[in-house]
């Protein structure tokens, strides 16, 4: 099976400017978690999505966002971007039944300027 | 709130020396608990995982429910075990994941 994929992998963008990243998962998952690491915050749970709903939230302000397609995909959003949100993200998917292994994305790389 | 100490930011061991990397949780709950690691240039994979009770490369790790401990252990160090480290525990019946700081182990020739 194919492997958990992320686009972009590089993202370079502005302060103020808003930004989506998307992530397909493994064929037959349906759910999909996103996280974002930085050296100082280490890997921190953005929120996570099954069927379409999501269904957890970490601690992130609402600049925050995403969804999730019928098709499993997923897409977060930022907007309003700020240099503190210079991160990599990543997404990982699972079966999504009860604490299933999560297998990661490469993450996309972004960079706010 | 829920926690995850990985005390160690770097171990640093000789090839065949045994390795113990430390992992203490705070959580409410019995949380499933998982070891994650990164070799350089590859995406964060799954390690082990508590409920399954397998051992990985050599690796083993064993729950203390009275400590809130799950170290991760291994008797004799390869090279190709270095690596990043982290810790997770799962919040039951989600797809979320708490993880330790990461311990960077590095093994010397």
């Keep these: ?113 | 709130a829920q926690r995850v100490t990985q005390p160690e930011k770097l171990l640093s061991v000789f090839k065949g020396a045994p390795v113990e990397l430390k992992c203490n949780y705070s959580y409410s709950g019995s949380p499933e608990l998982f070891w994650y690691v990164q070799y350089s240039r590859q995406r964060l994979q799954l390690l082990l995982r508590h409920i399954s009770r397998e051992s990985i490369k050599g690796f083993t790790a064993d729950l203390n429910k009275g400590e809130t401990s799950f170290h991760l252990k291994k008797p004799f160090a390869q090279e190709e075990d270095s690596a990043m480290y982290y810790c997770a525990p799962g919040s039951g019946n989600t797809g979320k994941l708490i993880f330790g700081q990461g311990t960077t182990l590095q093994v010397k020739p």
Excluded at chain 1, 12 to 23: A, F, M, P
Excluded at chain 1, 50 to 72: L, V, Y
Excluded at chain 1, 99 to 104: E, H, L, S, V
Aim: proline share 4%.
């Design chain 1, 1 to 113: 099976k194919a492997g958990v994929t992320q686009t972009p992998r590089y993202l370079i963008k502005t302060r103020g400017q808003q930004v989506t990243l998307s992530c397909s998962p493994i064929s037959g998952h349906r759910s999909v978690s996103w996280y974002q690491q930085t050296p100082g915050q280490g890997l921190q749970f953005l929120f996570e999505y099954f069927s379409e709903t999501q269904r957890n939230k970490g601690n992130f302000p609402g600049r925050f966002s995403g969804r999730q397609f019928s098709n499993s995909r997923s897409e977060m959003n930022v907007s309003t971007l700020e240099l503190g949100d210079s991160a990599l993200y990543l997404c990982a998917s699972s079966q999504g039944q009860g604490t299933d292994t999560q297998y990661f994305g490469p993450g996309t790389r972004l960079t706010v300027l």
